[in-house]
């Protein structure tokens, strides 16, 4: 397999990472490459399917792909980014009285 003439299917599942590498056929479908993965059978996919091509968002599953694309597999996220920063925050607080984590990294 020509590493020029390859597409990608990429999924991060809460425990395992999955990166597969498919020949590219003429004509293939994001949905096409999923399915040929074989990634269905190795873990449980997220329902409805949400694709993405390098990080932009599919409208259209059967989009059609360009060699060296990676159809990106979307899950929805399990908590909410802002409240990781809170609690980050709050267990390391920086303020009139308290060095930033800035200072610990220099000793």
Same mark, same amino acid.
């Given at each position: 397999?020509?590493?020029?003439?390859?597409?990608?299917?990429?999924?991060?599942?809460?425990?395992?990472?999955?990166?597969?590498?498919?020949?590219?056929?003429?004509?293939?479908?994001?949905?096409?490459?999923?399915?040929?993965?074989? &990634?269905?059978?190795?873990?449980?996919?997220?329902? !409805?399917?949400? %694709?993405?091509?390098? #990080?932009? *968002?599919?409208?259209? $599953?059967?989009?059609?792909?360009?060699?060296?694309?990676?159809?990106?597999?979307?899950?929805?996220?399990?908590?909410?980014?802002?409240? &990781?920063?809170?609690?980050?925050?709050?267990?390391? !607080?920086?303020? %009139?009285?308290?060095? #930033?984590? *800035?200072?610990?990294? $220099?000793?």
């Amino acid at each position: 397999m020509s590493k020029l003439a390859q597409v990608w299917v990429a999924y991060a599942a809460q425990t395992q990472q999955f990166h597969i590498s498919l020949a590219f056929q003429e004509g293939m479908t994001a949905l096409d490459a999923v399915e040929q993965s074989g &990634i269905c059978s190795q873990t449980d996919l997220p329902e !409805p399917l949400l %694709l993405g091509i390098f #990080g932009t *968002r599919l409208q259209n $599953l059967q989009q059609k792909l360009q060699i060296g694309d990676r159809v990106e597999i979307y899950r929805t996220l399990t908590i909410n980014p802002k409240d &990781i920063r809170r609690k980050r925050a709050a267990e390391n !607080p920086v303020g %009139l009285y308290c060095r #930033g984590n *800035r200072f610990k990294q $220099l000793k």
